[in-house]
């Protein structure tokens, strides 16, 4: 009986690959970079099942090209670039890699609090181009990260991860949800407030939602001038969360104070972004799971959820659940 054929569309962790070649025939795209759209597809129409990254696009024009897919098994946690009901609709299963990026995208949130708060590319730069001047009372100052108050909009893994980290600075915790957290409340004794009030009550944003319909351009102008004028911003759910025209215009205003993203409305997001041209912003190629444990600990995920599919056998983390189907 021959093996069931798979692709990989793009250079992942040597483990997973073994994984996937111990169970399945494969194809993959050798490469740090992703495939053109034609040669993703034409591979994906020769496949049983792929493994994907977030930048490819799993919609209606894929499913057509590829019909014999099985599994769409997505290296990521979001998957605003799979159009699920139509997944579901063909009889395709799609999943994702939940838990294991969670700590280390907590990380980088709080990397760029941290940076944001304390200028600390600003003072880097500062000193790179010669311009460190004589200290005085006034030189750099920064805001205070401990003891303030951390608003946490989207209280799901993520978000909790972050508040946990909240707690060893001695920070009040708030948190906007489309649910009640109950157990955030009772472990960490965050508050819940409605998105407006947790707006204007924060020292600290930081957004973890993931990017949906309700979510989509979520910070614009009006948001931003809730915030208060010593507020920074932090993003490291989707960049479509945030409207990146308003974020300028409100930096430029001093509310929020500053702001620190590691995803943008387009990525790789261009090198004359006119956010790079304010001091009050900081920003990092979305490197939210870049750690090679993390992302070794995704691929392996993704590959176990697709070996397990094209064996027979149910995914460990499903985004959505077809009839008929053990």
Request: charged share 20%; aromatic share 8%.
């Amino acid at each position: 009986m021959s093996k069931p054929r798979a692709f990989i569309s793009r250079r992942i962790p040597q483990p997973a690959i073994d994984l996937i070649a111990a169970a399945c025939d494969y194809g993959i795209w050798d490469d740090w970079m992703a495939a053109p759209r034609d040669v993703f597809l034409r591979e994906a129409a020769q496949s049983d099942g792929v493994l994907v990254m977030p930048s490819e696009q799993i919609n209606e024009e894929f499913l057509d090209a590829a019909p014999r897919v099985k599994i769409v098994a997505n290296m990521a946690v979001g998957y605003d670039n799979i159009d699920v009901p139509a997944l579901t609709r063909r009889g395709v299963l799609a999943t994702n890699t939940p838990d294991v990026l969670t700590e280390t995208t907590a990380d980088i949130a709080w990397a760029l609090l941290m940076a944001a708060a304390r200028r600390v590319v600003e003072g880097h730069k500062t000193i790179e181009a010669g311009q460190w001047g004589a200290w005085h009372p006034f030189y750099m100052l920064g805001q205070d990260v401990y003891g303030a108050t951390l608003g946490i909009v989207g209280a799901g893994r993520i978000g909790a991860a972050v508040a946990r980290r909240a707690k060893a600075f001695n920070m009040r915790v708030l948190y906007h949800n489309r649910r009640r957290a109950p157990h955030l409340e009772v472990a960490l004794g965050a508050e819940y407030r409605a998105f407006d009030d947790l707006l204007r009550e924060s020292d600290f944003v930081v957004m973890t939602a993931p990017l949906t319909d309700e979510t989509r351009g979520l910070f614009g102008a009006r948001e931003f001038a809730l915030m208060k004028d010593t507020a920074v911003f932090v993003n490291v759910a989707r960049g479509g969360v945030v409207k990146e025209a308003d974020l300028v215009e409100a930096l430029k205003r001093g509310r929020p104070w500053a702001a620190g993203l590691d995803v943008f409305e387009v990525e790789p997001t261009p090198k004359d972004n006119p956010l790079f041209e304010l001091p009050n912003f900081v920003g990092t190629p979305h490197i939210g799971s870049a750690t090679l444990r993390t992302r070794t600990a995704m691929a392996m995920l993704a590959a176990q959820n697709l070996v397990n599919v094209l064996t027979g056998k149910p995914p460990l983390t499903p985004i959505n659940a077809l009839p008929n189907r053990v």
